[in-house]
């Protein structure tokens, strides 16, 4: 059972915002209904501009946050674009290998990199969710499959199994006060979808947001990144995907097909297609270039064995599960179902 839950700014600063204040009133609220006591980083709510500037504060909230052991969950604010400045602080003293333990680590997006730094370090995280996104939901409640695995996780310390959705969403336009209680529209939808390959594989998932990976091996958005990355050596060479499952998703940029193939290349020169059991693939936000993103896997990939399973409610497109990555998942396409565990 989770007890207390720290929330923390490793990407942006956004929960420090003014424009944010009433979605952080209805997280909270509702994180203190489930009886969980909540806390912030010391420099979560620090705005913008602090945290762009000063990533040696978000890389101590990190460190004091696992330290802690007061802290049962750290839960990331939001995404953003680049927690991969952390990583001199983190590990150029092996600062975050000193602390780092099995409390629930749960973020998506940009934290994509943040999950890389802690599997480095053998541990386990979940993917899938964060507080702005999805426990601030300004509806009058949390998406009810968003919350059913929310529950689950702060209930039980893990997932057992993941199912389709029923329903997916349309993203906000706005998120203003003047939104709140107001419901998002919403589509009737179609399940998990076996593009190729067998319908049943398994092995222990990991990846994240396809957009944050681009970055790790392209200099287009910051120079220094790919740099960074293959210095402290967070991404696993092939023989690191061996057996495992890619989990991939897209942001809310809305990635190019062309950008999409560009990421999935620079995957394919690393052997992650040859090393690995399967892939996922998330339902893109609005089902943008959801055909599209489809062929380009197939093209990309061009092996007919390897499965590939989309449409999963995970990452950018609402509603959104919750994958543990470091545990033995089984993913059956004829049930509609990935189970976790032995």
Request: charged share 25%; glycine share 8%; with cysteine.
């Amino acid at each position: 059972m989770i007890r207390t839950v720290e929330i923390i700014s490793l990407s942006s600063g956004i929960i420090g915002e003014p424009a944010v204040e009433h979605e952080l009133k209805i997280g909270l609220d509702r994180l203190r209904s489930m009886g969980l006591e909540v806390k912030f980083s010391e420099h979560a709510l620090k705005g913008l501009d602090h945290i762009k500037k000063q990533p040696e504060d978000r890389a101590s909230d990190l460190l004091t946050a696992y330290a802690d052991p007061g802290v049962d969950m750290i839960l990331c604010a939001i995404g953003g674009d680049d927690t991969y400045t952390l990583l001199p602080y983190l590990f150029e003293e092996h600062q975050l290998e000193k602390v780092v333990n099995d409390k629930i680590f749960l973020g998506f997006s940009d934290t994509t990199i943040n999950h890389f730094m802690l599997h480095k370090l053998g541990i386990k995280t979940f993917y899938g969710q964060s507080f702005l996104a999805d426990i601030c939901e300004l509806d009058t409640e949390m998406l009810p499959y968003t919350r059913r695995f929310f529950e689950e996780l702060i209930r039980t310390g893990g997932i057992k199994e993941i199912r389709p959705s029923d329903v997916w969403y349309e993203e906000r336009t706005s998120f203003d006060a003047d939104q709140i209680g107001t419901k998002r529209p919403e589509h009737r939808n179609t399940g998990f979808q076996l593009l190729q390959g067998p319908p049943v594989f398994s092995g222990k998932i990991l990846g994240g947001c396809l957009d944050s990976m681009f970055d790790i091996f392209d200099k287009g958005l910051y120079g220094d990144m790919p740099v960074l990355c293959e210095k402290y050596d967070i991404f696993p060479d092939a023989s690191g995907w061996e057996g495992r499952i890619l989990l991939l998703e897209t942001s809310e940029e809305r990635p190019a097909p062309d950008k999409v193939r560009k990421a999935l290349e620079y995957l394919k020169e690393r052997g992650v297609f040859k090393a690995v059991s399967g892939v996922l693939f998330g339902k893109p936000m609005n089902e943008c270039y959801d055909d599209e993103y489809k062929k380009v896997l197939v093209s990309v990939i061009d092996d007919p064995a390897l499965p590939i399973l989309c449409n999963i409610n995970v990452g950018h497109a609402a509603p959104r599960c919750i994958i543990p990555f470091g545990i033995n998942a089984t993913v059956d396409a004829v049930e509609q179902v990935i189970r976790f565990g032995s």
